[in-house]
């Protein structure tokens, strides 16, 4: 991708995102803020049956999901939805949260956050995708998770609990 800066047009070709193996899943960053002059980046989040991030915050961003496939439950300010195609939900900067997919089937979403930043956290905290879709299997290591860790107390990520944790 080429730099841009605020007020140009952007468009991203699909054969132009940058596919990551994020803990298992398939992230293909769309936009970054190199595009966007700092003020959002968009992902394509493709996650197997039950995948779920540990217990998180951000400090920076504002973050968006729109559902495209599949359904996901979310756990934030003690509020409990599910959500499934064409769904959306916004979860606020130092907002406590966790989702999962839905343990029948795989889930596509839109991410969206502002300001940009997630991106470097991801390409810190992923592989390289060695093909578009979702990796053979996964296993978390204590590599993945001591660089998840630092991943995200770099990118101004707070982590709250492993996977599974919920927010009081």
């Given at each position: 991708?080429?730099?841009?800066?605020?007020?140009?047009?952007?468009?991203?070709?699909?054969t132009e995102r940058e596919?990551?193996?994020?803990l298992?899943?398939?992230?293909?960053?769309i936009v970054?803020?190199?595009?966007?002059?700092?003020r959002?980046?968009?992902?394509?989040?493709?996650a197997?049956?039950s995948?779920?991030?540990p217990?998180?915050?951000?400090?920076?961003e504002?973050?968006?999901?729109?559902?495209?496939?599949?359904?996901?439950?979310?756990?934030?300010?003690?509020?409990t939805?599910?959500?499934?195609?064409g769904d959306?939900?916004l979860?606020?900067?130092?907002?406590?949260?966790?989702f999962?997919?839905?343990?029948d089937?795989?889930?596509?979403?839109?991410?969206?956050?502002a300001?940009?930043?997630?991106?470097?956290?991801?390409r810190?905290?992923s592989?390289?995708?060695?093909?578009?879709?979702?990796?053979e299997?996964?296993?978390?290591?204590?590599?993945?998770?001591?660089?998840?860790?630092?991943?995200?107390?770099?990118a101004?990520?707070?982590?709250?609990?492993?996977?599974?944790?919920?927010p009081?």
């Amino acid at each position: 991708m080429t730099e841009s800066t605020p007020g140009e047009v952007v468009i991203v070709r699909d054969t132009e995102r940058e596919s990551l193996w994020f803990l298992g899943d398939l992230v293909e960053i769309i936009v970054d803020g190199s595009k966007t002059g700092g003020r959002l980046t968009v992902a394509m989040h493709h996650a197997r049956p039950s995948s779920q991030p540990p217990l998180h915050e951000h400090d920076a961003e504002d973050e968006i999901f729109f559902i495209l496939e599949g359904e996901i439950t979310y756990w934030a300010q003690g509020i409990t939805a599910t959500l499934g195609a064409g769904d959306f939900i916004l979860l606020p900067k130092d907002v406590p949260h966790s989702f999962q997919v839905s343990p029948d089937r795989e889930a596509r979403w839109l991410v969206i956050l502002a300001p940009s930043g997630f991106e470097d956290f991801l390409r810190e905290a992923s592989d390289p995708a060695g093909h578009r879709g979702l990796p053979e299997d996964f296993t978390m290591t204590p590599e993945i998770e001591s660089r998840l860790m630092t991943a995200a107390e770099t990118a101004g990520i707070t982590i709250l609990g492993p996977p599974g944790t919920r927010p009081s």
